[in-house]
């Protein structure tokens, strides 16, 4: 791979001798630019439900200074980005006319960004368009953030739907009395009703723990609209036909099996969030669940959840087009593939650990996170890998948010694993990122709160009439 900037991290991934920030990349970039003293301004809207817009502004090499490459690196990656954290079906670049020819080339059918494309048209019920336009017409930002959860009055289901398990929570004022976690595989199933009777089974056990229901909270992988499945990694096998006719409605129809109860829905990243705001008592708070997949969430400093997609899973990581490639959005470097338990099977091999082909994803991870438990160095490295990989993009999270405080969840960082994840993490900021250093707090909740505090956060959504 031909380098763009020769880029040397003060702290090196153990396993990932290739490792290409996106933050370093960026840095180096953004001051290669202001050296050359010809900087040309670059604004990027988004745009995406009830004309809420959101933008971003940068700048890149003027184009006799002939770096065309690493402009169109630096603003496909950046839109890349901002698609997935912002979310929306309208990108409105002000910039150089060859970028914007660029950019819409790439998410036009048949295009590198198609996938995209396709995705963000089905969230936003939107045809998916990038307009070119002049820096100074790009739209004034328009964000709306709206207050979230904290609601502990009466009995309440809190449940996590996550795709290796499936977590319930019986809470009474604020109060858990049960909670529970059931291994469960919904990403190979293709029958719906698997889902439906497993998501009925986990209210039901939950309401037998209490005198009454008043309400139901989920927190689930994917992406919701007014209650509504629009896109889920969890329904992955179920054929179109049957997502239309049996998951749309998933949840609501669930629901129905309890009582006539208020139900909320929501992403399980912004449920991460809320729950770490809940127990800071604080706001810009990022949330990062590594299970499955990566989920984000994001609570702002008012408290309140910003209608972001918030999906950082597939914002790019690792600017190496060599680094591994997700297979269901076809792009490299992306989160997944770095904070889930898809980073600790990737790494395995290279740690020299050989993992049964037959076992399950989920299953792999338990391997090693055993061998960690006993000593093992190689599977000591991997999460100080995977450590270092956070460390260098939540310093790239943080020119899209606002953070205090990072709260990291899910089933990768149990035990040993997690203390060692944020160990590195901490180590990257303080050598490479200072004042971030200083200002971010990583937080790792303890063992109880970090396997089953997602569904406790989730039965606080819905207020009670």
Not at 28 to 53: C, Q, T, W
Not at 335 to 351: E, H, M
Not at 370 to 396: P, S
Not at 418 to 424: H, N, Y
Request: glycine fraction near 10%.
């Amino acid at each position: 791979m031909k380098k763009p900037f020769d880029l040397k991290l003060s702290v090196n991934p153990v396993y990932d001798p290739g490792f290409y920030p996106a933050a370093l990349f960026n840095k180096a970039f953004l001051e290669a630019v202001e050296k050359s003293g010809k900087g040309v301004p670059v604004a990027v809207g988004i745009e995406r439900n009830d004309g809420l817009i959101s933008v971003y502004k940068t700048k890149v090499f003027d184009e006799s200074c002939r770096e065309e490459d690493k402009n169109i690196l630096y603003i496909e990656r950046l839109v890349k980005a901002l698609l997935w954290i912002k979310g929306g079906f309208r990108v409105i670049f002000g910039g150089p006319q060859y970028l914007g020819e660029y950019l819409k080339k790439a998410y036009a059918p048949g295009g590198l960004r198609a996938f995209d494309a396709e995705f963000m048209a089905r969230v936003y019920d939107n045809p998916f368009e990038v307009v070119v336009t002049d820096y100074y017409k790009v739209p004034a930002e328009n964000e709306k953030p709206v207050p979230a959860g904290r609601h502990m009055d009466g009995c309440r289901i809190g449940f996590d739907a996550g795709g290796s398990d499936r977590k319930v929570s019986a809470v009474i004022d604020g109060q858990v009395v049960y909670s529970e976690e059931v291994v469960w595989h919904p990403k190979i199933n293709s029958d719906p009703d698997y889902h439906y009777e497993g998501i009925v089974t986990a209210f039901k056990t939950a309401a037998s723990h209490m005198p009454r229901v008043d309400a139901i909270g989920v927190s689930s992988a994917g992406i919701y609209v007014n209650n509504e499945v629009k896109v889920a990694s969890l329904f992955l096998k179920v054929p179109e036909d049957l997502f239309r006719e049996k998951v749309r409605d998933i949840y609501i129809r669930a629901a129905k099996e309890i009582g006539d109860v208020p139900l909320v829905v929501a992403n399980d990243g912004d449920v991460t969030a809320l729950a770490g705001a809940m127990d800071l008592n604080s706001g810009n708070v990022l949330g990062i669940a590594m299970g499955t997949s990566e989920a984000g969430g994001y609570v702002d400093s008012s408290g309140n959840i910003t209608g972001w997609l918030n999906e950082l899973a597939f914002v790019p990581a690792d600017y190496n087009p060599e680094s591994m490639v997700d297979e269901w959005s076809g792009d490299y470097g992306c989160g997944v593939k770095y904070f889930s338990q898809d980073a600790v099977i990737k790494l395995a091999p290279r740690a020299g650990i050989e993992l049964d082909e037959n076992l399950s994803p989920a299953e792999k991870l338990k391997v090693v996170q055993k061998l960690n438990e006993q000593g093992d160095k190689r599977a000591e490295g991997i999460f100080r890998t995977i450590g270092c990989y956070l460390g260098y993009t939540l310093a790239h999270y943080a020119s899209f948010y606002d953070i205090d405080h990072v709260l990291v969840l899910g089933r990768v960082t149990s035990g040993r694993g997690g203390s060692q994840i944020v160990e590195t993490a901490k180590e990257v900021l303080m050598e490479e990122f200072p004042k971030l250093s200083r200002k971010i707090k990583l937080e790792l909740p303890d063992e109880s709160d970090r396997r089953v505090g997602q569904s406790i956060a989730a039965a606080s959504l819905p207020s009670i009439k």
